[in-house]
């Protein structure tokens, strides 16, 4: 299974040389041939310079979302009212659907051992693709998400209001950091023709241990939303820094269909639920100040939207973004020069 993840990418020096001396010396002309490329077109050897700038710009905007909403919901009445009304009826209330799908993740163990199934199969992947600087940057973006998981004992949660849920602070979630942490390392590690479906799986995976960890009472809704954007942050800042043997090869570039489906859903639905959630947190705002009981349907049913979207967005955001750093289309990166209009 890691043999067809992996796709290795086809190169036609080493096609046409055979024997041990290939295997031996591979590296070293790959090294050989990119260099000239390069000569030739930059973008064999590094993204666009506005593709590393959109990443970086993206990122600061995760984080400040994720500072904002602590912010809202931490340090505001209303915003502990609402994570205090979900904490108490969510796990009675929750969408069936995605309790069952939640169900399964509601061992902590069960986290863990996706984790680092997920991690290691991403490593893995990286080494049989001989992607060396994706390597370092998988284990980058763990390094990063597991330093962002620091800011439970750092950040600081005031008494406001008299809560049932603890008073110590909880954000971000560790297991819902790792496991979206998890699932963005596999999606940068695999070839381009797992993108779309890998994209798809971290979603579903963000969304179950983010929804478990709330049924069981072991996070607010803040927690998760904000460990899934500081997680979508970390892997953009990490695709900043692509290069080389982090990039597809050059022979191997290619647009994408599914990709182009995926990502556009992803961020379009991703986008669409973050907007509805905030609009019915919104409308119930005015009755979250006095803890109004009608209130409780709406903070149940926007933080299970926020949740979902958040994760959505996030890693279609990610989607996006590997496929644009990873395969720069040049007149070098595809199969023949590009049509080129007639000369008069």
Same mark, same amino acid.
Not at 139 to 150: D, E, G, P, Q, R
């Given at each position: 299974?890691?043999?067809?993840?992996?796709?290795?990418?086809?190169?036609?020096?080493?096609?046409?040389?055979?024997?041990?001396?290939?295997?031996?010396?591979?590296?070293?002309?790959?090294?050989? #041939?990119?260099?000239?490329?390069?000569?030739?077109?930059?973008?064999?050897?590094?993204?666009?310079?506005?593709?590393?700038?959109?990443?970086?710009?993206?990122?600061?905007? =995760?984080?400040?979302?994720?500072?904002?909403?602590? /912010?809202?919901?931490?340090? &505001?009445?209303?915003?502990?009212?609402?994570?205090?009304?979900? /904490?108490?009826?969510? +796990?009675?209330?929750?969408?069936? +659907?995605?309790?069952?799908?939640?169900?399964?993740?509601?061992?902590?163990?069960?986290?863990?051992?996706?984790?680092?199934?997920?991690?290691?199969?991403?490593?893995?992947? *990286?080494?049989?693709?001989?992607? /060396?600087?994706?390597?370092? @940057?998988?284990?980058?973006?763990?390094?990063?998400?597991?330093?962002? &998981?620091?800011?439970?004992?750092?950040? +600081?949660?005031?008494? =406001?209001?008299? &809560?049932?849920?603890?008073?110590?602070?909880?954000?971000?979630?560790?297991?819902?950091?790792?496991?979206?942490?998890?699932?963005?390392?596999? =999606?940068?590690?695999?070839?381009?023709?797992?993108?779309?479906?890998?994209? #798809?799986?971290?979603?579903?995976?963000?969304?179950?241990?983010?929804?478990? #960890?709330?049924?069981? @009472?072991?996070?607010?809704?803040?927690?998760?939303?904000?460990?899934?954007?500081?997680?979508?942050?970390?892997?953009?800042?990490?695709?900043?820094?692509?290069?080389?043997?982090?990039?597809?090869?050059?022979?191997?570039?290619?647009?994408?269909?599914?990709? @182009?489906?995926?990502?556009?859903?992803?961020?379009? *639905?991703?986008?669409?639920?973050?907007?509805?959630?905030?609009?019915?947190?919104?409308?119930?705002? +005015?009755?979250?100040?006095?803890?109004?009981? /009608?209130?409780?349907?709406?903070?149940?049913?926007?933080?299970?939207?926020?949740?979902?979207?958040?994760?959505?967005?996030?890693?279609?955001?990610?989607?996006?973004?590997? @496929?644009?750093?990873?395969?720069? =289309?040049?007149?070098?990166?595809?199969?023949?020069?590009?049509?080129?209009?007639?000369?008069?």
């Amino acid at each position: 299974m890691i043999a067809i993840l992996a796709d290795e990418p086809t190169d036609d020096l080493r096609r046409k040389d055979g024997g041990s001396a290939q295997d031996a010396h591979g590296g070293d002309r790959d090294d050989d #041939v990119a260099r000239g490329l390069a000569g030739v077109d930059p973008l064999v050897v590094r993204p666009r310079r506005s593709a590393v700038a959109v990443c970086v710009v993206l990122a600061v905007m =995760l984080i400040a979302a994720a500072g904002g909403v602590w /912010w809202m919901a931490v340090r &505001t009445a209303e915003g502990q009212a609402f994570e205090d009304m979900v /904490w108490q009826y969510l +796990p009675s209330t929750v969408f069936d +659907p995605l309790r069952v799908a939640a169900l399964p993740f509601a061992r902590s163990l069960t986290v863990i051992a996706l984790t680092v199934a997920m991690g290691s199969v991403a490593v893995i992947v *990286a080494i049989v693709r001989r992607r /060396w600087r994706l390597v370092g @940057q998988v284990v980058a973006l763990a390094a990063l998400c597991y330093a962002a &998981t620091w800011l439970k004992p750092v950040l +600081p949660r005031p008494m =406001l209001i008299h &809560t049932v849920s603890r008073q110590a602070n909880s954000a971000p979630s560790g297991h819902t950091m790792m496991a979206a942490a998890a699932a963005m390392v596999l =999606l940068i590690a695999v070839p381009r023709a797992w993108r779309a479906v890998t994209a #798809v799986v971290a979603v579903a995976v963000s969304c179950a241990v983010g929804l478990s #960890v709330m049924v069981q @009472q072991w996070h607010r809704p803040v927690d998760v939303v904000m460990s899934i954007l500081l997680a979508a942050a970390m892997a953009l800042i990490v695709l900043a820094f692509t290069r080389r043997s982090g990039m597809d090869a050059p022979g191997d570039r290619a647009s994408s269909p599914s990709i @182009q489906i995926v990502g556009s859903v992803l961020v379009t *639905a991703g986008f669409m639920a973050v907007v509805y959630g905030a609009y019915v947190v919104w409308q119930i705002f +005015p009755g979250l100040g006095i803890s109004a009981q /009608w209130t409780r349907s709406g903070a149940v049913a926007a933080s299970q939207i926020l949740v979902c979207g958040s994760a959505s967005l996030a890693c279609g955001i990610v989607l996006v973004m590997r @496929q644009i750093v990873a395969c720069p =289309l040049t007149r070098l990166g595809v199969i023949g020069a590009p049509p080129a209009p007639p000369s008069r």
